[in-house]
Structure formats: C-alpha cells, structure tokens
C-alpha cells in the first residue's frame, strides 16, 4: 500500500485546510486509515480515524468538532477537513493505513502499518 498527502499550506488562524492522502496498491474500502500529526519537539499524535468496516470515525478530543474524517472510495481518497485552525495545530500530519486494526488499536500510530510521507499544516495568528 502506497499512501500519497497533499493539501498542506500556511494558513490563519480559523481558517479551514482539507487535507487528501489519495491511496495505491490496495482497495481503499478495506483499509483502516487514519491521521496523525507531529508538532516540532513532540511525538506524534493521534487526530483521527476510519474503519474500513462500518466507516465509525474516531477523533482527538483536541479536534473533536471541528476536524472531519471523511473517505471517497470511488477515488480511493481520504480526506481531513480542519475547520476553525488554531496555532496548535501547526505540524507535519501523516496519513497511515491497515487493514486489520482492531478497535482499541485505532488511535495506535504504531499498529498501522501503512504510512504517507507526511505535508505541512502551519497555523499562524
């Protein structure tokens, strides 16, 4: 599985970003995917995420509200809506992928083990 992100920029606060991590190699409808994000000088963080089965989405109590996780099967495409930025959400966010997750691993960046090369959200005030 190949995962490709795009959509990262520089951004005002409370504005909105969509980020798309378009992926190859394995039909997206049986894959698990979520978001992560990594701040300069911390770990990498759990954002978001969709189950292949049933499509529940899960979020950070961080973004809850005004972050979406959203899947385009036809185009084997996720997407993260980011509404309302705030300085803290300035990072690197990754999407990653795997098709066998159980529900207590979704929020575990290391039980994907599928991974996009990471784009650039910068929230400036």
């Known amino acids: 599985v190949q995962l490709q992100a795009s959509g990262g920029g520089l951004v005002q606060a409370g504005d909105s970003l969509r980020l798309s991590c378009a992926a190859s190699?394995?039909?997206?409808?049986?894959?698990?995917m979520g978001w992560f994000r990594q701040a300069p000088g911390k770990e990498r963080e759990f954002v978001a995420a969709?189950?292949?089965?049933?499509?529940?989405?899960f979020y950070a109590d961080s973004v809850k509200g005004r972050f979406t996780i959203s899947r385009d099967n036809s185009k084997n495409t996720v997407y993260l809506q980011m509404n309302s930025l705030k300085d803290e959400d300035t990072a690197v966010y990754y999407c990653a992928a795997d098709p066998d997750l159980i529900f207590s691993s979704l929020r575990n960046s290391g039980a994907y083990n599928y991974w996009g090369q990471g784009t650039l959200v910068t929230v400036s005030s």
């Open positions: 190699g394995r039909t997206l409808s049986s894959l698990n």
């Open positions: 969709i189950r292949w089965r049933g499509a529940g989405k």
